[in-house]
């Protein structure tokens, strides 16, 4: 374990800054406001609601997280964002068809009062969404620059001590990490030649971490999931973390698979299907939009079932996602799983889940989680990756090397041992040893 750092005081504004302004980041603003007028509670976030454990069961310590360590609080947040749609906070949840009017009209002032800045936007990444409001520059570099300026101006005019930045904009395509990704300056030369390898939420990434600002990425387009920005964020003592909140179906996937193999039940397939009607849903009916999320969602069972260890168990288990933009829905999405499980003897059976969930409802508390452990992060001088943040993650991002944690329990672990760690108590094990001592 590394040396216990010194927690750095919350005292002062935090800056929440949100490349994306659609349903999720209204979702999380509103719900903040509603929360700090006693209006809604922020159910789903563990720095809101969550106790921890410390020391022996006898000891009968459990103190809520926020109690327990020093973190920001809601009336402490500000918030900021960026989107090539004008509309402000309160048009564009209005839009989104997430809240109803009767929570949304008693906030409509404070919503009204986040208005997107231009943002950097390419349809070349978001192929079914276009927008006015963005920035023009010379090539990315510039853009880049143009953003790091907004980041310091917000700060200035919202008296803010520090910020944290969580992408709630759109999936962009599917890119490899390639040559123009791998060293710092590599990347730097690319974003002056408008290399197409350089998409507009590396930018929004390399923006934050060269302002001092943690980044989170909420979707599962690369963004600060690449060597340079992973070895900028190092350098410049930056905590990162991604991506693509889980949320929904494939929050389901990992809290059933863990639990399928502790069994030792066997898994044939799973087959997983989606009918949703938000603008996410429309930008992700695109194939290479739908390849990002592919890709991000796919790897879950994988990861935790380890077909390679358990052969006969998940050797052959046959994966299939789909995603069915229907605008019917709107926000609020279907999402059936057939599980196709085998047990003694291989006899098999059945698992079936209709999951009618909200997603924004769903990643908002995720979007508000992430913005304050980051900032605790921040003033705890940790720095790069942050894998204990992966609890909130469907693709944990990882060291080069490493393979991602995907088992919901096990993630919940590590980041409350990581809390324990900060606030200076031992980890717990779990290890019942009492009787021999
Ligand atoms: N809702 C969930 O449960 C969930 C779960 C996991 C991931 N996500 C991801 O979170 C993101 C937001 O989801 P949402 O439902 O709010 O979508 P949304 O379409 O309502 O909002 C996304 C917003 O981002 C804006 N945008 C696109 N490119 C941008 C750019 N370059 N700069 C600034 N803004 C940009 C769009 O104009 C749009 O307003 C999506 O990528 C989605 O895949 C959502």
């Known amino acids: 374990m590394n040396q216990q750092p010194v927690v750095g005081s919350s005292e002062g504004r935090l800056g929440v800054l949100l490349p994306g302004l659609g349903a999720v980041a209204t979702t999380f603003i509103a719900g903040v406001e509603a929360a700090k007028r006693g209006l809604a509670a922020p159910f789903g976030s563990l720095t809101q609601m969550n106790t921890i454990r410390l020391g022996k069961r006898t000891e009968g310590r459990s103190p809520l997280i926020k109690d327990f360590i020093d973190l920001a609080a809601l009336d402490q947040l500000v918030f900021g964002a960026w989107d090539p749609i004008a509309d402000d906070a309160y048009d564009s949840a209005v839009t989104a068809g997430v809240l109803e009017r009767s929570h949304l009209d008693p906030l409509e002032d ?184 592919e890709e991000s969602k796919l790897g879950v069972l994988e990861h935790i079932l380890q077909p390679d260890m358990y052969p006969e168990l998940y050797g052959k288990m046959y994966h299939k996602v789909r995603i069915n933009y229907y605008p019917p829905r709107g926000d609020n999405k279907e999402g059936w799983d057939n599980l196709d499980i085998f047990g003694w003897m291989g006899y098999p059976m059945q698992i079936k889940v209709d999951f009618l969930c909200r997603d924004s409802i769903l990643a908002a508390p995720i979007v508000l989680d992430l913005a304050i452990f980051l900032d605790l992060a921040q003033r705890s001088g940790m720095k790069g990756i942050q894998e204990w943040l992966s609890f909130y993650f469907k693709s944990p991002q990882v060291i080069e090397g490493l393979y991602p944690e995907h088992d919901l329990f096990i993630q919940q672990k590590k980041l409350k041992n990581t809390l324990r760690w900060l606030g200076g108590e031992e980890p717990i094990t779990h290890l019942g040893v009492e009787y021999y001592e």
């Open 110 to 293: 404070v919503l009204r009062a986040v208005e997107p800045m231009p943002a950097v936007f390419d349809t070349a990444y978001v192929k079914r969404l276009d927008g006015p409001n963005v920035k023009t520059g010379a090539n990315k570099r510039e853009l880049a620059e143009q953003l790091r300026e907004d980041i310091r101006r917000f700060k200035a005019e919202n008296g803010c001590e520090r910020a944290v930045m969580v992408w709630c904009g759109s999936t962009e395509i599917f890119l490899r990490p390639g040559d123009a990704h791998r060293t710092i300056e590599a990347f730097e030369a690319a974003m002056e030649a408008n290399s197409p390898d350089i998409a507009p939420s590396m930018l929004y990434a390399y923006a934050a971490i060269m302002e001092g600002v943690a980044y989170a990425n909420g979707a599962p387009n690369l963004s600060a999931d690449v060597p340079a920005l992973e070895r900028l964020a190092i350098e410049r003592g930056v905590p990162i973390s991604g991506k693509d909140f889980k949320t929904g179906q494939t929050l389901m996937k990992t809290i059933l698979a863990p639990g399928l193999k502790a069994r030792m039940l066997g898994l044939s397939g799973w087959f997983s299907t989606n009918i949703l009607g938000n603008r996410d849903g429309a930008v992700l009916d695109d194939p290479d939009s739908f390849k990002t999320k």
